[in-house]
C-alpha cells in the first residue's frame, strides 16, 4: 500500500467532513485510522463508512471526462454531493420551494430533519435555503426599525421568491446553488 492511498482516502474524508456528513469527532477517528493504515483492508471500512454499497466517485473529479460538472456535483455552492436519484432531486428543491407555502424556515428545516441524513444532496440544498430564509427573516426584523428599511422590505421579500424558485430549478436540474448574500449559520 503507497501514501497515495491513504491520502486519497484522507481526501474523501475531508470531503465528507466539509460537506456536514461528518461531525469533527467522526471526522478525526477516521482521518487517524487513514493516516495509520497498514494495508487496502484498513482503508476499506473508511469507505464504506463514506459511501455505503455506492461507488465513490474519483476526488478529486476528474475535469476531462465526457460527464458535465453536475453530474460528479460540481456546481456552485454543492461540494461533491450529487443526486442519486430523482427523489433526491426533488427532495432538494422541496427545500428551496416550500417557503413559498409559507413554512419559511420550516420547510427547509424539514427537509434537512427528513432527508438531510441519507441524502448529502438534499442536506446541501436545505442548509442553504434554511440559511437564506433566517437571513431573510434577519434582514425584514433589522430593516423594519428604520422606515426606508420598511420601505424595502417588500422588495426584499420578491427577490426572496424569484431566488427560491431559481434554487428550486437548479436543484432539480442536479445543479448547485448559492443564495447571495445569506449570511450562513447553519453548517
Known amino acids: ?11 474523501h474524508v475531508k470531503a465528507a467532513y466539509a460537506e456536514g456528513r461528518l461531525d469533527k469527532l467522526e471526522f478525526d477517528d477516521r482521518l487517524e485510522r487513514a493516516m495509520t493504515a497498514r494495508v487496502h483492508g484498513d482503508l476499506m471500512p473508511i ?9 465513490p466517485t474519483p476526488y478529486p473529479p476528474p475535469r476531462s471526462s465526457a460527464l458535465p460538472a453536475s453530474s460528479y456535483g460540481g456546481g456552485l455552492g454543492c461540494g461533491r454531493a450529487r443526486a442519486d436519484s430523482g427523489g433526491d432531486r426533488v427532495g432538494a428543491a422541496a427545500a428551496h420551494l416550500l417557503p ?4 419559511v424556515v420550516f420547510g427547509p428545516l424539514i427537509m434537512l430533519l427528513a432527508a438531510g441524513k441519507t441524502s448529502p444532496y438534499i442536506r446541501k440544498h436545505a442548509v442553504e435555503a434554511l440559511n437564506f430564509q433566517l437571513t431573510l427573516i434577519g434582514a425584514s426584523i433589522l430593516l ?15 427577490a ?21 448574500f445569506t449570511v450562513r449559520l447553519v453548517k
Open 47 to 55: 469507505m464504506h463508512e463514506l459511501y455505503g454499497s455506492r461507488q
Open 160 to 180: 426572496g421568491v424569484v431566488l427560491s424558485i431559481v434554487g428550486g430549478v437548479a436543484a432539480l436540474g442536479e445543479g448547485g446553488f448559492r443564495y447571495p
Open 144 to 158: 423594519g426599525i428604520t422606515f426606508v428599511g420598511a420601505v424595502l422590505i417588500p422588495v426584499l421579500w420578491v
Open 100 to 103: 413559498l407555502t409559507g413554512l
Open 1 to 11: 500500500m503507497s501514501n497515495q492511498d491513504r491520502e486519497q482516502v484522507v481526501e
